[in-house]
């Protein structure tokens, strides 16, 4: 089964940071792309941060010079390092990779997110 995982919310009073992390896992060869994502309350999802397979990234603009988007392919892996958080960022922030299988297709996976709370 081919699946990713979030991992590393929590937490954070403002100013601070976090490394969110999403493993792939099952019969995948790679990931051909990746995003963030993230939906606070009474939000809509938004998009927060894409990653290629040649490593061109892109940024909302509410994000930009504060987050990073990172992969290592080797571990099919994708990362958001958060910095200079502020109390806007809270949310349920979600990965989403186009993974290509060993069956040779593509499959479009969600994960089931992870919590960021930036409070005093």
């Known amino acids: 089964q081919v699946q990713v995982v979030e991992s590393g919310g929590g937490l954070v009073q403002p100013g601070g940071s976090l490394r969110l992390s999403c493993a792939a896992s099952?019969?995948?060869?790679?990931?051909?792309?990746a995003g963030w994502y993230r939906r606070a309350p009474g939000k809509q999802r938004e998009l927060v941060a894409t990653v290629t397979r040649g490593v061109i990234t892109d940024y909302a603009d509410s994000v930009k010079g504060r987050f990073t988007i990172s992969r290592d392919n080797a571990k099919k892996a994708v990362y958001l390092q958060l910095n200079s958080l502020k109390p806007e960022d809270t949310a349920v922030y979600y990965c989403?990779?186009?993974?290509?299988?060993?069956?040779?297709?593509?499959?479009?996976?969600w994960g089931q997110g992870t919590q960021v709370t930036v409070s005093s």
């Open positions: 099952g019969p995948i060869l790679s990931i051909r792309r």
């Open positions: 989403n990779a186009v993974v290509l299988t060993t069956a040779g297709y593509d499959n479009d996976l």
